[in-house]
Every structure is written in C-alpha cells, then in structure tokens.
C-alpha cells in the first residue's frame, strides 16, 4: 500500500492567497484525521471524518478553514484567506477504527505551509 | 483538553532507560504513542486499551492505569535511534464518538 498521501509537501503563499491542502487516505481506512502541528501548540486536530462525513470540527480555528472529504479517496483543507499565523505542517492521517476506540493512525509525510 | 506530558525533553547515554508520562483529565478509551523524528511524521509505536494492559514492542513497552487516567512509556537500554519526539494520544469520548488528542511531546535525545 502506498500508505496516506498528501500534496503539495512544501507551500509558500503571500497573506490574503487562498491554500488547498489534499490528502488520499489509505484504501479501506474509514476514518481520515486533518492535524496542524506547530512549534507552540504541538499536535492539534482540527477535523475528522468518518465515512466521508464530518463528525468533529471543533478544532477548526475559524470560518477561513473548511475541509471536504467528497468520497472515501480524498479529502482537501482549505484556508481561505490565509494569514501568517497558519504557517505550520498540516498532517493527514486515517485509521481504520475497532470498536470504541481510535485505530492505529496513519500519518501521511505533511504539508508545510509558510505564508508570508 | 489535552493530555500532559512530562518530562518536557530527557537526554539519555545509549544503554540507559526513561519514563515518559501522560495523564489526562477525562476518562480514556484508549492511549496511543507515537514516535516522530525530526522532519518527519509520527509513527505509530503502540496502542493501550482499557483494563490496565501493558503492552511491548521491541525495548519499548507501556502501561495503561485507566483509573488515574493516566499512562508512561518505558524505554529500556535506548538506543540511538530511539531519539525523536514521544506523543501520547488519548482518545476521548466525547459523548457522540471517541477522538485522538495528542500531548505537547517528550523530546528525547540519546547519545552515546
């Protein structure tokens, strides 16, 4: 398996750009993790789906965030207008879930953005 | 709310053993560690399930006191490439499904 995917790997925007981060989960995984992970603030989840369907974005900092999953495939984090304060490496990450509890997570290589 | 971790960072001579800690406030389903070196991504390690378990992998093993809500990862003889950052996750229930929340991380460096 070529294990989670994600795209671009390195972005650099100007303040006010609108950014696409993508992700392809691995196959058969029915649940997909958006992460943003900062010298400050270490790991955070910002969204996760399962069965394509949002099901807790409470750590999605604010309305210029939004994240589609459209099938079981792919999945895509948009910050729109990006601000300074949202540089950081965006990890996409899947699991396949037992039971109550989160499956092992599979982290893709990350995106790190930098807008100046 | 996110679980805490300590030590903060720990610097080992290769062969010596730590504990890396995790607590957290909330009742746990679970606890996940992860291992992520520098400029990588985590890499899953191992997953702790309630009922107290203790769980290895290679020099590595963990425990799960699910009554203190509270978890430590024990590395015996480290090795070189143990170096990197050490995340506790916990999952939560959250009242409609459980989430992974990580802590702010162990950083640990072995030298030899």
């Known amino acids: 398996d070529a294990g989670v995917i994600q795209s671009p790997r390195h972005e650099v925007t100007e303040m006010g750009q609108e950014v696409t981060l993508r992700c392809k989960p691995i196959s058969g995984h029915d649940y997909l993790f958006w992460y943003r992970q900062t010298m400050m603030r270490g790991l955070e989840l910002l969204i996760y789906f399962n069965n394509n369907v949002p099901i807790d974005d409470s750590g999605m900092p604010e309305d210029r965030f939004s994240a589609k999953m459209p099938n079981a495939s792919f999945s895509t984090l948009k910050i729109q207008p990006s601000e300074p304060r949202d540089s950081a490496v965006y990890f996409c990450?899947?699991?396949?879930?037992?039971?109550?509890?989160?499956?092992?997570?599979?982290f893709g290589e990350g995106s790190r953005l930098t807008v100046l | 709310q996110q679980p805490v971790q300590s030590p903060q960072a720990v610097i080992l001579r290769e062969g010596e053993d730590a504990v890396i800690n995790c607590s957290s406030s909330?009742?746990?389903?679970?606890v996940h560690w992860y291992r992520q070196k520098h400029g990588e991504a985590p890499v899953f390690l191992m997953i702790?399930?309630?009922?107290?378990e203790q769980k290895g992998h290679d020099k590595i093993s963990a425990s799960f006191n699910e009554k203190k809500q509270q978890s430590s990862l024990y590395l015996t003889a480290s090795q070189l490439s143990y170096s990197g950052t050490y995340f506790c996750?916990?999952?939560?229930?959250?009242?409609?499904?459980?989430?992974?929340?990580f802590g702010t991380g162990t950083r640990l460096q072995v030298t030899l």
């Open positions: 702790l399930l309630k009922g107290g």
């Open positions: 990450a899947s699991s396949h879930r037992g039971g109550r509890n989160t499956g092992e997570l599979f």
């Open positions: 996750g916990t999952d939560v229930n959250t009242g409609t499904a459980s989430k992974l929340t």
């Open positions: 909330k009742a746990l389903y679970s």
